[in-house]
Nanobody, 121 residues
Framework: QVQLAESGGGLVQPGGSLRLSCAAS????????MGWYRQAPGKQRELVAD???????NYASSVKGRFTISRDNAKNTVYLQMSSLKPEDTAVYYC???????????????WGQGTQVTVSS
């Protein structure tokens, strides 16, 4: 079992910045992809950004140029630096990890509990 602990959410004014962190712990042999999703009230959960073990990144068009995803493989931690935040970025942000618990396991997926990000003046 892998646990994902998110932190860094909160209330910020439009144009401000926040940094989310997600630390993974548990039985981890390797990570394939780690990423961030978000879900606003009344909307479906959507991909914000993800990053492969090799460092290749992928962003939703709505956040490209404003958000940056990075990871520290030694700490099993992924970060999301969010800048130029807009009210429409308001959502619960969820960390996601696709991983293998052992070298011989099939790939599994785990989700964090979510952290609220509110962009409002």
């Amino acid at each position: 079992q892998v646990q994902l602990a998110e932190s860094g959410g909160g209330l910020v004014q439009p144009g401000g910045s926040l940094r989310l962190s997600c630390a993974a712990s548990g039985n981890i042999f390797s990570f394939n992809v780690m990423g961030w999703y978000r879900q606003a009230p009344g909307k479906q959960r959507e991909l914000v950004a993800d990053i492969t073990s090799g460092g290749r990144t992928n962003y939703a068009s709505s956040v490209k140029g404003r958000f940056t995803i990075s990871r520290d493989n030694a700490k099993n931690t992924v970060y999301l630096q969010m800048s130029s935040l807009k009210p429409e970025d308001t959502a619960v942000y969820y960390c996601n990890a696709v991983f293998k618990p052992t070298a011989f396991s099939i790939v599994e997926q785990s989700w964090g509990q979510g952290t609220q990000v509110t962009v409002s003046s």
